[in-house]
């Protein structure tokens, strides 16, 4: 069954790094998501891609984060000059063109990002 | 900003009864809904989803239930096994964006053997 990877597991980055985070959609999907979830939290919808360009963010996509699809496999969330409340974990999520009513999106394992 | 709400922080069953598990929401945006569960250290899984055109969705084990005038949703897992045990989540979308899923804060479900 086709699913969502993501690359690291874990990252240890120190405050003030950047910080790539890999995503490996589902080959036929459409569109991207990242999510976070910070621990004891709930998860926190970031940002939303499709057709190459950005199409929702939260407010907590600002700019020290961005996106991009580099090639026609990878989905990636850089974050430029990490900060200690960025640690979390990280999910990138992929669904499909519309289908009628159906709108689910499909979860990879996260990454979980310690900022020390 | 608690536009999904789940009172219930946890919930236990035994094994092969009824599952409840009931969320609220405040946003009258929202038309589209989704459960979710999540295992600890894995990434939520798509369960169930409903319109807001329609009030109830079965798949299986699992039924969903709207009610759109009280603003309430309630999933039931029927019969209740232990692989069920995981935190859901309820998550809806407004209708001008079914990118935008927000996430309530997860009850967890644990079925006891």
């Known amino acids: 069954e086709p699913e969502v990877t993501q690359t690291p597991s874990h990252q240890v980055t120190q405050m003030g790094q950047e910080v790539i985070l890999r995503c490996v959609p589902i080959s036929n999907h459409l569109y991207f998501y990242w999510y976070r979830q910070i621990l004891g939290q709930k998860v926190e919808f970031l940002v939303s891609?499709?057709?190459?360009?950005?199409?929702?963010k939260s407010e907590i996509f600002d700019d020290q984060f961005s996106v991009e699809r580099p090639d026609g496999s990878n989905f990636t969330l850089k974050i430029r000059s990490t900060k200690l409340e960025d640690s979390a974990m990280y999910f990138c999520a992929s669904r499909a063109r519309d289908r009628g009513i159906s709108y689910e999106q499909y979860f990879g394992p996260g990454t979980r990002l310690t900022v020390t | 900003d608690q536009q999904v709400k789940q009172n219930s922080p946890s919930l236990s069953v035994q094994e092969g009864r009824i599952s409840i598990l009931n969320c609220d929401y405040t946003?009258?945006?929202?038309?589209?809904f989704l459960w979710y569960k999540k295992y600890p250290a894995e990434g939520p899984t798509f369960l169930i989803s409903?319109?807001?055109?329609?009030d109830k969705n079965e798949d299986g084990r699992f039924t969903v239930f709207l009610n759109k005038s009280a603003k309430h949703l309630s999933l039931h897992i029927v019969p209740s096994q232990p692989g069920d045990s995981a935190v859901y989540f309820c998550?809806?979308?407004?209708?001008?964006?079914?990118?935008?899923?927000?996430f309530g804060p997860g009850t967890s479900l644990s079925v006891i053997p």
């Open positions: 891609f499709y057709n190459n360009e950005i199409s929702e």
């Open positions: 998550a809806a979308s407004p209708g001008t964006s079914y990118d935008k899923v927000i």
């Open positions: 946003n009258s945006m929202f038309d589209y």
């Open positions: 409903i319109s807001s055109i329609k």
